[in-house]
């Protein structure tokens, strides 16, 4: 049963929109919204203490195992992103984050979930760090 990790808040971050993130009509373009998702996921990791160079002199490395995006409304050039992210445990070695992003006028633009399992360097799975948890 999946579980919001004990004292975990939700983390939000902000982006603006530029030119390079768009297409042709001055909307993002759809594969960018994962970066924007990713980019919050690592603030919020590392708001907690968690350093993904870090972490990988300890030989722990997240993988993605799967990812949901639904699109509500475009993210258009200028624009000022707001990302929010919570962190859910699922087992001992992954974590699902919930994310949702608004633009200035607080308009739900997406939704992400991010199922994430915690590796080594050959890909085998590791334990959680127990600071995370």
Same mark, same amino acid.
């Given at each position: 049963m999946a579980e919001?990790?004990?004292?975990?808040?939700e983390y939000s971050c902000?982006?603006?929109?530029?030119i390079e993130d768009t297409d042709l009509i001055g909307i993002v373009y759809h594969a960018n919204?994962?970066?924007?998702?990713?980019?919050?996921?690592?603030?919020a990791l590392r =708001?907690?203490?968690?350093?993904?160079?870090?972490?990988?002199?300890? =030989?722990?490395?997240?993988?993605?195992? =799967?990812a949901h995006l639904r699109f509500l409304y475009p993210a258009r050039l200028d624009d000022v992103l707001?990302?929010?992210?919570?962190?859910?445990?699922?087992?001992s070695c992954s974590v699902m984050f919930r994310q949702v992003m608004y633009n200035q006028l607080g308009q739900l633009l997406s939704e992400a979930t991010i199922?994430?399992?915690?590796?080594?360097?050959?890909?085998?799975?590791?334990?959680?760090p127990d600071k995370l948890i």
């Open positions: 919001v990790i004990s004292n975990a808040k902000t982006y603006r929109v530029y919204y994962l970066r924007f998702f990713e980019r919050a996921r690592t603030e =708001d907690k203490g968690f350093s993904l160079t870090t972490m990988a002199t300890y =030989d722990t490395y997240f993988a993605i195992h =799967d707001s990302i929010k992210t919570s962190f859910v445990k699922e087992k199922h994430v399992v915690c590796v080594n360097r050959h890909l085998k799975p590791k334990r959680l």
